[in-house]
């Protein structure tokens, strides 16, 4: 939780019905960190909660951060705490930027799924490409026009763009028909609710993986919590008792141990350790397919042990 940065609100704008975007600048009017197209911040909120958040502005500005935030009905307090607390000039603590979702940018051929809210991550994508001068396109779906931001600032990009509105087309984009249609070695990235992921993911099935580039907003279902195991830490020569309630992180923060952390529940990737021995049960959003199946690292906050035992190199 350290290296955090000091921001103040610097502006606030309606992109589209309930969702607002944050300027964010340096309390100080210092430059700020700089980071890649497809990464994130966290904002650490005064009702103690840490939400996760990417970044929609242009990379090469110093000066300052925009994020978007859509204001969830289903919210668990993090959206409705924003929108109803932080006005200009609100002073808050945010991480340094990390991406768990980088854009290729050598690809021939990038083409983005983008849904709702989802289309956040994928501009500075789009303007990083359209400024090197690659090939790409982007399909933006929405339920309604009035609920889709930043559409005005993408359409002027003409056929690059494709905006499908649900309520105007009585159904869903075709993702499957259209990515049977992409040259092989294009790059697809997808972000999005829940449902449409599982369109792209299934869409993607025979993609190779190197080249399937996903992004969730929110962690994974819960599922119930697998039997107490062990935990050896390799570095300090400790072996800790997991019970079945309780994660590694709250674990070895309990015996002490100062281990970086933020969301608690697998969608930042703050709290990846690496494994030495052991099977982990992956329950993160961040890890790809490849990394979960070579069991090399895992995040603590969310995942658990498959064996009985898990090697740590803590």
């Known amino acids: 939780m350290s290296q955090n940065l000091a921001v103040r609100i610097a502006a606030i704008r309606e992109e589209a019905l309930g969702i607002r975007s944050y300027v964010l600048e340096a309390e100080d009017g210092s430059e700020l960190p700089q980071y890649t197209a497809g990464a994130h911040i966290d904002l650490l909120l005064d009702n103690g909660m840490v939400r996760s958040y990417s970044l929609t502005s242009d990379p090469q500005d110093r000066k300052r951060y925009a994020i978007a935030v859509l204001r969830d009905a289903s ?97 869903f984009l075709d993702i ?51 039997a107490s195991f062990t935990v050896h830490l390799a570095r300090t020569a400790r072996t800790l008792k997991v019970e079945e309630s309780v994660s590694i992180l709250d674990r070895l923060l309990e015996e002490g141990l100062d281990i970086p952390y933020s969301c608690r529940e697998g969608t930042c990737g703050e709290c990846e350790v690496k494994v030495l021995d052991g099977v982990p049960d992956h329950r993160d959003v961040v890890l790809s397919k490849k990394k979960r199946a070579e069991n090399k690292v895992m995040m603590i906050c969310c995942s658990r042990a498959r064996t009985e035992s898990l090697t740590l190199d803590l």
């Open 176 to 226: 499957r028909e259209i990515v049977r249609q992409l040259p092989a070695g294009t790059h697809v990235y997808g972000c999005g609710p829940k449902p449409m992921l599982a369109a792209f993911q299934d869409a993607c099935s025979e993609l190779d993986p190197q080249t399937v580039h996903l992004e969730h907003f929110s962690a994974a279902e819960k599922v119930n919590e697998s």
């Open 75 to 171: 919210s668990r307090g993090g959206s409705a705490f924003i929108f109803d607390n932080l006005r200009v000039g609100s002073r808050l603590s945010v991480s340094r930027p990390r991406n768990h979702f980088p854009l290729e940018e050598a690809a021939p051929f990038s083409v983005f799924f983008a849904g709702g809210i989802g289309i956040t991550p994928m501009l500075p994508m789009v303007w990083q490409l359209e400024a090197l001068g690659r090939e790409w396109k982007l399909y933006y779906s929405a339920r309604s026009r009035a609920g889709a931001a930043f559409l005005n600032a993408l359409l002027p990009l003409g056929s690059k763009v494709h905006f499908h509105c649900d309520e105007e087309r009585g159904t």
